[in-house]
């Protein structure tokens, strides 16, 4: 049964990761065309370090990822607290309207989104979509996914530590800074790199917010795989998908941290 069990759990980890090891693999293919591998190269990631439309493109990536994560860690932060610390109406209802950004086809939302800028923009003179706005659409899902992490962390928290604090004379804010923040740390670290995996990796909702001069990595790709799939493009998708790894490895491994 254990060796069923292990040769399926196998399959499964090639069906969803094969893929992906075929386009890195691809990506130092000699050959410009097909998939026959005729030599090992370098000179598609060479080419991508000189291209300035793919420097400018990582540029607007970075600033939208880091500009998102930075505000929606802080809103999420804060939110989390709030649910776990304190009691209002419509607390509950709260709780589970933060699942909505997660389970909601990126489809609709990015829909939503670009409605929502129109009709702000037609009433409110609200921008024309811009980076603005791409930063804006991955707030509103960045910040459901950082508060249910940090949420998650505060809860595993003793309150008789703040209370020990207030009744040495902490105030409130000297109690989150010093107390409530160092212990909930990990959590909040992992909730920051896990919005910024998902800003580096959206494609739908950048897709319906972008406008011109808003154009990501993830847009280029787009664009250039209608043009034909080179071992440009797959060299482009395996940095991506290296660096989304690597921030989703660090996330875990500082959420697995000891109180």
Do not use: C
Request: charged share 10%.
């Amino acid at each position: 049964m254990r060796r069923l069990l292990s040769f399926h759990a196998l399959l499964v980890y090639l069906f969803l990761y094969l893929p992906i090891l075929v386009v890195v693999a691809l990506s130092f293919n000699e050959s410009r065309r097909g998939v026959h591998f005729t030599g090992f190269t370098l000179k598609w990631y060479q080419g991508l370090f000189q291209d300035p439309r793919v420097l400018e493109y990582f540029a607007n990536t970075l600033v939208v990822a880091l500009v998102s994560t930075l505000v929606s860690t802080v809103l999420g932060t804060l939110l989390a607290l709030g649910l776990v610390r304190y009691r209002f109406p419509g607390k509950g209802f709260l709780r589970y309207l933060l699942y909505v950004p997660v389970v909601v086809p990126d489809v609709v939302m990015g829909v939503s989104l670009l409605l929502l800028f129109a009709f702000s923009r037609e009433l409110l003179g609200f921008p024309r979509l811009s980076l603005l706005t791409v930063i804006l659409g991955h707030i509103t899902f960045q910040v459901a996914f950082v508060t249910l992490v940090v949420r998650s962390r505060l809860l595993l928290l003793d309150p008789a530590l703040e209370e020990a604090a207030r009744d040495l004379g902490a105030r409130g804010f000297q109690t989150f800074l010093h107390v409530t923040l160092p212990l909930a740390w990990p959590g909040v670290a992992a909730g920051a790199l896990l919005a910024l995996t998902l800003s580096l990796d959206d494609f739908v909702v950048t897709f319906f917010t972008a406008g011109p001069g808003a154009t990501t990595l993830p847009l280029y790709i787009y664009s250039s795989v209608k043009l034909g799939v080179s071992p440009k493009v797959h060299a482009l998708s395996s940095l991506i998908v290296g660096l989304s790894a690597f921030f989703l490895a660090l996330g875990y491994a500082i959420s697995r941290r000891r109180l």
